[in-house]
């Protein structure tokens, strides 16, 4: 069956609005297929006239059908957000609506409206305040899969993917383990398998610089090489632990589809160096597929119409192979 993908909008008081309006006029060049917003259609009609962009929005109600998502207009299912410019300054008070357009999203998935959502970006520290965790782990947690989320950084030229995800640099050690790293690596695998009929090879990093620790037994010899050896009796194709300080160097030569980092800035730091906007956030371990921008609010550009869509139009691009 063909359905559609939503784009939750994100945060109100980001570059949400521009990147969609600017994708949105871009969606007969990249043949994407049908997407709508959920979103506040006041508050979208206010940014769109801010931004001057010239065109229409339409709603849509939560029984729509593909044929209501077709013509010149912006499809909009609307969620109600009061605010009295088009943009604030990032706060929780729009903590309440975020929630409840990601919520509107499930409710859709679950219901067999649309194949999977893109999220725009939202602001973690406001979100999620006083929660070590981000996007990833709220969706596993609303949809009853905690524990079985993986964040995968996605380009098709290589993708990373980090063991712990939003906890502080000193939590990183105590969280590790040869079973965790044995499921999410196997997740990827099985992910690369179904979706692009391919068995990926995978890096696996080290957690201590050059894989060296002074104590008797290192992190490496305790918990990684074991995974690594375990992995491979599993038929998944794995090299590790490997020195995280090389391993954006190496990865052309032994020609890896993916390097899994302990921590979260470990992966991500030299992966957004390389890729820049030219990747996205991809959740695996749900029973739909989640995507997002691989970037912030960008809050110091909002409104100088300066936001950069390619990552966006990336995100919704990616259904057209997992679906």
């Not at 506040?40 to 001057?52: D, I, Y």
Request: glycine share 4%; hydrophobic share 35%.
């Amino acid at each position: 069956m063909n359905k559609s993908i939503a784009i939750v909008a994100g945060e109100p008081n980001s570059i949400s609005s521009e990147i969609i309006f600017k994708t949105w006029k871009l969606k007969k060049k990249y043949r994407f297929k049908k997407f709508f917003v959920i979103g506040s259609f006041n508050l979208l009609n206010q940014q769109k006239s801010k931004l001057k962009y010239k065109i229409r929005i339409k709603k849509i109600n939560k029984n729509f059908d593909l044929k209501d998502l077709n013509g010149p207009e912006l499809p909009v299912l609307d969620i109600v957000y009061k605010q009295k410019k088009p943009f604030e300054k990032i706060s929780s008070k729009s903590s309440r609506y975020i929630f409840k357009c990601f919520e509107t999203a499930l409710s859709l998935y679950k219901k067999n409206k649309i194949c999977g959502f893109v999220n725009c970006p939202v602001a973690k520290e406001t979100l999620f305040k006083g929660k070590e965790h981000g996007v990833t782990e709220f969706l596993a947690d609303k949809t009853n899969e905690k524990n079985n989320e993986v964040m995968l950084i996605y380009n098709k030229n290589l993708s990373v993917s980090p063991i712990t995800t939003h906890i502080p640099l000193s939590d990183v050690s105590k969280k590790i383990n040869e079973k965790l790293i044995i499921k999410k690596v196997s997740i990827i695998n099985s992910f690369y398998k179904k979706y692009f009929k391919k068995k990926p090879k995978i890096a696996i990093l080290g957690l201590n610089p050059h894989n060296y620790s002074p104590k008797s037994k290192s992190k490496e010899e305790k918990i990684i090489l074991k995974a690594v050896k375990k992995l491979t009796k599993l038929n998944i194709n794995v090299d590790g632990p490997i020195p995280a300080d090389s391993s954006f160097l190496i990865y052309k030569k032994f020609k890896f589809n993916v390097i899994v980092g302990m921590y979260h800035d470990q992966v991500l730091t030299p992966y957004k160096a390389l890729f820049n906007f030219n990747a996205i956030n991809v959740t695996l371990g749900l029973s739909f597929i989640r995507t997002s921008p691989d970037h912030g609010t960008a809050q110091n550009i909002v409104g100088k119409l300066k936001a950069n869509p390619q990552s966006l139009i990336e995100s919704i691009k990616f259904f057209n192979f997992v679906n």
